[in-house]
């Protein structure tokens, strides 16, 4: 089965698009017109460029404004479809998209298009091309697929088919179950796109909302199983109208796109593995992580220093020292933290890039080379640097933002006794068990490649977009889990400088995880303890407390032991939500402590306000350098 995307998808020039989508692993291009009108090149030798890329040429599109035309309206349409076969024919292209009419002269009857259409297949077919009709969520008259599958049926020509695009039957609301009905062979060509769930205009929401299959709403898996029950073989593609990926990367939106289509089509084969489905990738299965089994900082000097400090502060004890590399090893509970002072390798370019920063996490799987096998497949790119005598081989992958995400099963998992000399047990600590999650700071226009990244490779869960108002602007964030909790991801993009999380981006030139959580149990218990050994907290304001007081009921003392601890809370039914933070260290990094209770699931989304504007009172003044 071919993959396919339109040059309409993704950004820059023709020449630029080709190349894009070239890299991305595509095996063909739908070339959208628009495209090939404002390339400078004849037809012929856009077509050679293509397949000089090893791309099929696919699709010509769009065709628009041709059936149902009354007197000189209808003889002008044919002329217009012949100067289109015509460059057709040049580019070697042997498919044309014709969507149902707009027009606003355009007449209805299904026999009227159907004869419209079987004199536009016989001339199609004189020249060796083929037609496929597609029915716009918007057209006149055709605006679903099963008028525009009976108007074929009735055509009755050979070089007449369907087109189906999955957001055109979604977007109305369509079942995509009827799409059973149609016969595979009479199904020319399948477009697909998904679309966060908003109501407004069928158009509008089409040409600026599209989004890769896996990053919006719509019930793109059932779509695509409808499809390859006809016993469909032909090509699969994206078109994609989306305003941000028009202003993206090309090769980086190509990516993506691949990625979508391979994990969309292992999801089909598992969940309907009857199906005459020949060519769907075979992929390990996603594995959700059960947990974080490190964090590790590149860092060294006074903000190393710093970071040992605090950590000491938060009832962490170093544990070890790398054998070979000038790492420590510091514990509490299962979190491991690795401070990462190497002058060589990765750490250190990352260092030489963003400062302190966490260039590393590790992550429990059930198998590691399954699971790097499947990251690869989907496009993600392994990762390796030499090793010292005595290191183990833990498989690797580049996550986005130039991060590294090390895999350990249970197989890997004595690489602590292995590796770092004199680990062992971290005592006591203060009550701190798990990293609950780990907080990734973007543009917001690579929010959707970051979830897609998380829910194609790990199986995560999204959870609602919130918006989190910061003093200076607004941040998007999305948490992404897996079921049970073992891995939960918050993705917080910002558009502006201004906000914490933007000054994060700038200050640190792009680096990814802006704060770790960790977990306890007894928040009141754990804050105690970090009192005695010389935390000092992030301070919230009286008003804060006193707006508590005002939301919620609380047992006798509880508001005064909160306010004391500067512990702040959220509560949600029955769940509850203690939060504890620390100061910024290292620029706008800091660290979380979280105890929750009675189910709560979310990330405490009404304090964050709150918690910002106290940050941004203990920062640095507006202006001023980090170093």
């Known amino acids: 089965m071919k993959l396919g995307i339109a040059t309409v998808s993704i950004s820059g020039n023709l020449e630029e698009k080709i190349d894009a989508i070239a890299a991305a692993g595509f095996d063909g291009i739908e070339i959208f017109e628009q495209d090939f009108i404002a390339d400078t090149r004849p037809p012929r030798e856009v077509g050679d460029r293509i397949r000089a890329a090893g791309l099929d040429l696919l699709l010509f599109q769009p065709f628009r404004d041709f059936e149902g035309l009354p007197g000189d309206l209808r003889r002008k349409a044919f002329d217009r479809a012949e100067r289109k076969f015509d460059l057709m024919q040049e580019l070697g292209c042997d498919l044309v998209l014709v969507c149902s ?33 597609e029915a716009l969520a918007w057209g006149r008259h055709v605006n679903d697929h099963r008028d525009a599958w009976e108007i074929v049926r009735r055509a009755d020509h050979p070089s007449v088919g369907v087109i189906l695009d999955s957001f055109h039957t979604l977007g109305r609301g369509i079942d995509p179950e009827t799409i059973r009905r149609i016969p595979g062979d009479r199904i020319f060509f399948v477009q697909l796109a998904d679309a966060p769930r908003i109501d407004m205009d069928l158009l509008y929401w089409s040409r600026h909302f599209r989004c890769m299959p896996g ?25 994609i109208f989306n305003d941000q990926f028009r202003g993206g990367i090309p090769k980086a939106i190509a990516r993506e796109g691949h990625r979508s289509l391979v994990n969309l089509l292992d999801a089909v084969r598992r969940a309907e593995p009857d199906l005459a489905a020949a060519g769907l990738p075979d992929l390990p299965p996603p594995s959700p992580p059960g947990g974080v089994e490190f964090i590790e900082f590149a860092t060294r000097g006074a903000e190393a220093e710093g970071i040992a400090k605090l ?15 000038n790492l420590t090893l510091w514990q509490q509970g299962e979190i491991r933290i690795v401070l990462n002072a190497e002058t060589e390798g990765h750490a250190d370019n990352t260092f030489a890039v963003h ?10 799987v059930a198998d590691a080379a399954r699971t790097e096998t499947r990251a690869v497949a989907l496009g993600s790119e392994s990762f390796d640097q030499p090793r010292g005598p005595g290191e183990l081989d833990i498989p690797a992958i580049r996550g986005l933002g130039g991060s590294v995400l090390h895999l350990l099963d249970d197989g890997l998992r004595d690489v602590w006794q292995v590796e770092f000399a004199g680990a062992g047990d971290p005592g006591p600590g203060a009550g701190l068990t798990r990293i609950d999650h780990v907080a990734q700071t973007m543009s917001y226009d690579e929010m959707l490649s970051w979830s897609l990244f998380y829910s194609t490779l790990f199986g995560m869960e999204k959870q609602p977009m919130v918006d989190v108002i910061d003093p200076d602007g607004l941040v998007r964030s999305q948490a992404l889990s897996t079921p049970g909790g073992g891995l939960r991801i918050t993705l917080n993009g910002t558009e502006s400088h201004r906000t914490l999380a933007g000054g994060f981006l700038a200050d640190s030139f792009g680096a990814t995880v802006q704060h770790v959580a960790f977990a306890t149990s007894d928040i009141f218990d754990t804050a105690g303890k970090l009192a005695a050994a010389g935390f000092e907290p992030l301070p919230m304001t009286a008003n804060y407390y006193a707006d508590l007081a005002a939301r919620f009921d609380f ?14 809370y959220d509560r949600v ?11 910024p260290f290292a620029g706008a990094m800091f660290f ?11 990330y405490g989304a009404p304090n964050a306000p709150f918690r910002i504007a106290a940050q941004k009172r203990l920062g640095r003044p507006k202006g001023m350098p980090r170093y």
Not at 555 to 568: F, H, Q, S, T
């Open 101 to 133: 009419s707009v027009h606003p002269e355009a007449l209805g009857g299904i026999d009227r298009a159907a004869a419209d259409f079987a004199e536009l297949g016989e001339r199609a077919a004189a020249r060796g091309l083929r037609v496929g009709y």
């Open 215 to 239: 990053e919006g709403d719509l019930d793109i898996g059932a779509f695509t199983r409808a499809v390859m029950a006809t016993g469909y073989a032909g090509p699969i593609s994206l078109e």
């Open 311 to 325: 950590l000491q502060t938060l009832g962490f004890r170093e544990t070890g020292r790398h054998i070979a590399k």
């Open 355 to 364: 400062r302190t920063n966490v260039c590393d996490m590790g992550l429990r």
């Open 555 to 568: 047992a006798p003392g509880m508001l005064d032991r909160m306010k004391a601890a500067n512990i702040l």
């Open 573 to 583: 039914g029955e769940g509850e939500f203690f939060q504890l933070y620390s100061r």
């Open 592 to 602: 979380e402590i979280v105890d929750r209770r009675g189910g709560y699931d979310g």
